[in-house]
């Protein structure tokens, strides 16, 4: 509302610099001129357009500065144009404000307010009425300052006072910037600070852009250590003022003994940091976080130490023992990577072999140098912490742990092996079927994440894969790829017991592959691949974590109704400030660690219990029960974080059983919630001076301070920690991890054996298949693929123990069907006929079994409906067939092309605007956030070459990505044939003509799907330009 016109800023900013300059010119009032082409309302410019003659150009007027009608053309009067403005602005705030002062104080502070109520209101009435007064008068004051200092130009031109201006000037710009600023004195005392705050960075960038605008080459000597400075700066004061927001101290004090925060105290009190080595500094921070044995509370010291490492040539794991804890054995499972390591341990490491067990490290055992590492390698409880040492002893990068001062490294090691398990028919290999076999698996069409997400719970050691579960068993047993390295799959054959395993490398997907996504794909694998089996297995051995979001959405594929794990924060100051704080508006009643904690006790050490912080019970609950046979999952001491809380919500729910290689898991339970060197998040507590709020802070400035470089300074703190539920209510998995139901370690022979056999999944198969036949119930729901045609969608359900199925088209009942409760597996087809020939898109359907009127399964299919066959195109030589989306008023006028707005509501996609074109918006606003496919369906004759040709208009935003493609056969694989993905910056505009791509491989084939694939990320408040726009599309042979 208070900005002028670009052409007008332009023009004014190059008369300006002609006046100081002295090329006075008639361009700017010839450009002035033009303009009123584009602004007709204001009468005055209308006359002077009009009377555009030679006579014109002599009027002094337009010179030497524009008049005040161009610059606000719509009125011709300046009061009456900025009262306009000063109201409007006034009457559009002043609810926001009412909304934003009010609304907390009634929900957050309710006690305060029930006592005061008339004083409460009075005083968020007030505030409200200041700030739109300041943000009113703000905008108003710069436009009569211009306007005053214009109209005195014009009176003075005849009259020459010397104590009034003559020619516009940069000089009156300065000034009024400063009249501008000084309606912040109308704003409450505590919220200058905070505004400053915001316009502090967009200044600050102001001044750079000028000063490279004049040629300067802006380059700071060590500028990146000045950063690293001001970064300690901050860390430091805000250990000073307020550490205690690290959620899992009280549990670190309990476990291990240990609080570092009066260390870190006494430290800063009694130290001489004008004398202290840079070196020392580092590492007393370094060694007092590794202490406290928390893969989220890390401190990492910057370049260089991060840039060495010590390496070592062998790499152990862990094998059978009578006491895993007290006497544990270790063998080799595989060699180091780095060939220069395998070069410096010189020709005596060809005599070790895989299996060797290892007897001791310079002269140490084992349990030894256990006792000796395991408070500086970060390893939670006995088996977390062996697993760490173990990676310690093969890798010490810099970024993690202090290198160590030996020049050299004896290893201990010997053949064979007194104590452990021996099996016969693993070493035999008297199993007639394959254990593995490679098979492909069908990709499944990536989408990129919608948004970024602050649920991350991952262990910090960043080369996890030296951490991966026993090296000797990978080289061993191959799993079948999918389209994110993240999953992979097999399956075991135990006699005639089929063991389908699911590996998870880690739960955080690639950045192009959204969680919802990976939990389609693991669903597709169970109803699908591993459907025959008798039951599933999840290989979780060195899962570091990732995504709490898909650690609570695959419960439900297997239990249902789920019910994530509640979590927790502790009560300290500086959580005050996060989620109270004096002027806190940003983190609201939708915010549930904010409702939480509002609602706790002042005296309370932690806030009160809170759900749906990572993932909604909706969300968790998406695709419902698709497999109900036993289910397994196999863990070590590697599994951390979002591991842990996968185990803890399959076990809590009698969901699956746990084996582990170790007894427990690796025990990290909280999120890292805090990354305190990414300069915004806790920059109030250097600038208390200011009493800036930590929200409000977040909301005003965030791009004021961005995080280092990523392998630069670093800490990251576990701020909300996961208490469980279920059959474990109230027990913590920090520090405890998850308890295996059986602990099955391999034995010597898995590295030395068969290659196809494995003692553990042997182990696990006899006991899943005990587990399968103690089940009273055994419900198999098997569902068809995604794709359908359209008359009708049919669902085959093979069962077993039902007496009743009832099929929901959403919430709609449309099939029920009595069964005869039989132990066999029976099959019954379950249709939904209300369809219409016109029905396309997406549809979910809810299919629900019951024994004797209780419900013991639901599943949820979301399914695609196609067209049927004869409402293809059929499309012959020489023909041509082009889709005009003016002339169109509705999609289903085209019988063959679809709309498919991803499993979400049809509404928000693609959407036609009535004689325009087809676009990502409703003609007002943007979506954002959704995925839409546009499928025309078409057979072509034999012998054709068809060809495709389309034309499109595209504003892309970050993040947004347009791809055109086919699939040969309906439910094929997408074949891309043009591709354009969002530029790093907003926003950038696209034209495309795409003409005459022949497809070849299409000549002569039925049932071909042509589709246009959109993906709308990011920036939730985009302007209606950031879109895509489909003119016209064709098809030929």
């Known amino acids: 509302m208070g900005k002028y016109p670009k052409e007008v800023m332009k023009l004014n900013r190059e008369n300006v610099r002609n006046i100081e300059s002295g090329n006075l010119d008639k361009t700017s009032l010839d450009s002035a001129v033009n303009l009123i082409k584009k602004f007709t309302k204001n009468k005055h410019l209308e006359d002077m357009a009009v009377k555009k003659t030679e006579s014109y150009f002599k009027v002094k007027e337009f010179f030497p500065t524009l008049p005040c009608s161009v610059t606000h053309p719509n009125q011709e009067s300046c009061l009456v144009q900025n009262m306009d ?4 602005m006034f009457q559009n705030m002043l609810p926001i404000y009412l909304s934003l002062n009010v609304i907390p104080m009634i929900v957050f502070r309710g006690k305060s307010f029930v006592k005061t109520p008339l004083s409460s209101l009075c005083k968020s009435i007030l505030a409200s009425l200041r700030s739109s007064l300041f943000l009113s008068s703000f905008v108003i004051v710069n436009g009569l300052a211009k306007c005053t200092q214009r109209n005195l130009i014009k009176f003075n031109l005849k009259r020459n006072f010397p104590f009034l201006p003559s020619v516009d000037s940069k000089k009156y710009y300065y000034l009024f910037g400063v009249l501008c600023s000084s309606t912040i004195f109308i704003e409450n005392k505590s919220r200058r600070s905070e505004l400053a705050m915001y316009v502090l960075p967009k200044g600050l960038n102001s001044i750079y852009q000028v000063l490279l605008n004049r040629g300067f080459n802006i380059y700071v000597k060590n500028f990146d250590i000045y950063l690293v400075g001001v970064g300690m700066g901050f860390l430091m004061s805000f250990y000073q003022t307020e550490p205690d927001v690290y959620v899992s101290r009280e549990s670190k004090v309990n476990n291990y003994g240990v609080d570092v925060l009066p260390i870190f105290e006494n430290f800063l009190n009694s130290t001489d940091f004008d004398n202290i080595s840079d070196e020392k500094f580092h590492f007393f921070y370094m060694e007092h976080f590794l202490s406290l044995r928390d893969y989220h509370t890390v401190y990492t010291p910057p370049k260089p130490y991060q840039c060495y490492g010590a390496y070592y040539p062998l790499i152990f794991d862990l094998i059978d023992s009578n006491d895993n804890i ?5 063998v080799v499972s595989k060699f180091s990577s780095f060939e220069e390591v ?3 341990a010189g020709p005596e490491l060809e005599k070790v072999k895989l299996g060797h067990v290892l007897v001791s490290i310079n002269g140490l055992s084992l349990k030894q140098l256990f006792d000796k590492y395991v408070s500086t390698t970060n390893g939670a409880n006995d088996y977390g912490g062996l697993r760490s040492v173990l990676y ?13 001062n030996e020049d050299t490294v004896v290893y201990e090691l010997k053949r064979t092996l007194d104590t452990g398990r021996q099996d016969n028919e693993c070493l035999e290999g008297k199993e007639k079927k394959t254990a593995f076999s490679i098979q492909k698996l069908k990709s499944i069409p990536s989408r990129k994440r919608t948004a970024p997400k602050l649920n991350r719970g991952i262990r910090q050691l960043e080369d996890a894969s030296q951490i991966s579960f026993s090296g000797g068993i990978d080289n061993k047993f191959f799993y079948n790829p999918t389209f994110d390295p993240l999953v992979s799959w097999n399956i075991y054959h135990k006699g005639s017991f089929d063991m389908g395993i699911i590996r998870l490398a880690s739960f955080e997907p690639l950045a192009e592959t959204s969680e919802d996504q990976i939990v389609l794909l693991i669903r597709d694998l169970l109803v699908n691949e591993l459907k025959d089996t008798h039951a599933v297995l999840f290989d979780l051995r060195g899962n570091p974590g990732g995504y709490i979001s898909l650690a609570d959405a695959i419960p439900s594929l297997f239990k249902t109704p789920f019910i994530s794990n509640p979590a927790r924060t502790v009560v300290s100051k500086v959580n005050d400030e996060i989620f109270i704080g004096p002027n806190n508006v940003l983190l609201s009643i939708e915010d549930p660690s904010a409702l939480a904690y509002h609602q706790t006790d002042a005296d309370s050490q932690y806030s009160n219990l809170f759900r749906g912080q990572f993932s909604s019970d909706t969300t968790n609950n998406k695709y419902g029960v698709t497999y109900t046979r036993p289910i397994g999952l196999l863990t070590d001491g590697n599994c951390y974080s979002s591991c842990d809380m996968f185990a803890a919500n399959m076990q809590d729910y009698a969901a699956a059983t746990i084996f582990g290689v170790d007894g427990t898991t690796g025990a990290g339970g909280a999120n890292v919630g805090m990354d305190f060197l990414s300069l915004k998040y806790h920059v109030n507590i250097f600038f208390k001076c200011f009493t800036v709020s930590y929200a409000d802070f977040m909301y005003f400035a965030p791009e004021m301070f961005s995080p280092l470089p990523d392998d630069g300074l670093d800490l990251s703190i576990g701020w909300r920690q996961i208490v469980r539920s279920g059959k474990n209510e109230g027990k913590l998995i920090e520090d405890k991890g998850i308890l295996s139901d059986f602990i099955f370690r391999p034995t010597i022979h898995d590295f030395t054996g068969n290659q196809n056999r494995s003692t553990i999944f042997n182990r696990i198969a006899d006991q899943l298949k005990v587990i399968g036949l103690a089940d009273e119930i055994s419900a198999e729901p098997q569902i068809l693929g995604d794709a359908t045609e359209m008359q009708p969608p049919a669902f085959n359900i093979t069962f077993t123990f039902l007496s009743k199925l009832e099929l929901y088209n959403d919430e709609v009942l449309i099939e029920t069907k009595h069964l005869q409760k039989i132990k066999r597996k029976s099959q019954i087809t379950l249709t939904d006929s209300s ?11 809810v299919i629900i079994g019951y024994t004797e009127d209780r419900e013991v399964v639901r599943t949820n299919r979301y399914i695609r409906l196609l067209p049927s066959l004869e409402n293809y195109l059929n499309l012959k030589k020489n023909n041509k067939f082009t889709v005009n989306f003016k002339t169109i008023t509705d999609l289903s006028e085209v019988s063959f092309m679809k709309v498919y707005n991803y499993l979400s509501d049809s509404t928000i996609g693609l959407t036609l605007i009535k004689d325009s074109y087809l676009a990502l918006n409703d003609g007002l606003s943007y979506f954002s956030q959704t995925s839409s496919t546009l499928s025309f369906f078409v057979n072509f004759e034999k012998r054709s070459l068809p060809k495709v040709a389309f034309s499109m208009d595209y504003f892309f935003l970050t993040g947004d990505s347009v791809s055109v493609g086919y699939i040969s ?21 696209v034209n495309v003509n795409f003409k005459s791509k022949v497809l070849r491989e299409l000549s002569g084939l039925s049932g071909v799907e042509i589709v246009f694939r959109f993906n709308s990320i990011w920036n939730q408040n985009a302007p209606i330009a950031g879109n895509f726009f489909l003119h016209n599309f064709s098809l030929s042979c």
């Open 835 to 845: 369809l219409t020939t016109s029905d396309s898109g997406y549809r979910k359907y």
């Open 85 to 88: 403005l000063f109201t409007t």
């Open 969 to 989: 056969k309906v439910g094929g694989e997408f074949k891309e044939i043009y591709s354009i993905f969002g530029s790093e910056k907003d926003v950038d505009f």
């Open 342 to 344: 395998l070069k410096i």
């Open 326 to 330: 007290n006497n544990p054995i270790a």
């Open 392 to 404: 310690f002893l093969s890798n010490r990068p810099g970024k993690f742990f202090k290198l160590t």
